[in-house]
């Protein structure tokens, strides 16, 4: 279960995080990556369909959550789904320099 996964710290050069959100993770991400990795984030956010909004950030969250790395790409947009639905997405391209 990824709620207790605990990731080795320094380990990663690369973490890529798609469509999946577990708020709990953010700080192990971070120190999982080693100087110099490259986080990769994309998943969606409040407007979004879903059954359950836990599962759905905030406006600039990802970002924010995100600044002790170094940002080198952050957007959020609106997407059509593969079921032809109006979603939002956050995309997040972050190295960790320290």
Do not use: M, W
């Not at 110099?36 to 059954?51: A, M, Y």
């Not at 600039?60 to 002790?68: A, G, V």
């Amino acid at each position: 279960d990824l709620k207790i996964y605990r990731p080795d710290k320094d380990k990663y050069d690369l973490i890529i995080n798609i469509n999946f959100l577990e708020r709990i993770l953010f700080p192990y991400i971070k120190e999982a990556l080693k100087k110099d990795g490259v986080l990769i984030f994309e998943t969606f956010l409040e407007g979004s369909p879903s059954k359950n909004s836990d599962f759905l950030l905030r406006k600039n969250e990802l970002l924010h959550s995100f600044l002790s790395l170094e940002i080198v790409f952050y957007q959020e947009k609106e997407v059509i789904t593969c079921k032809n639905e109006k979603a939002y997405k956050a995309y997040l391209v972050a190295i960790k320099r320290c």
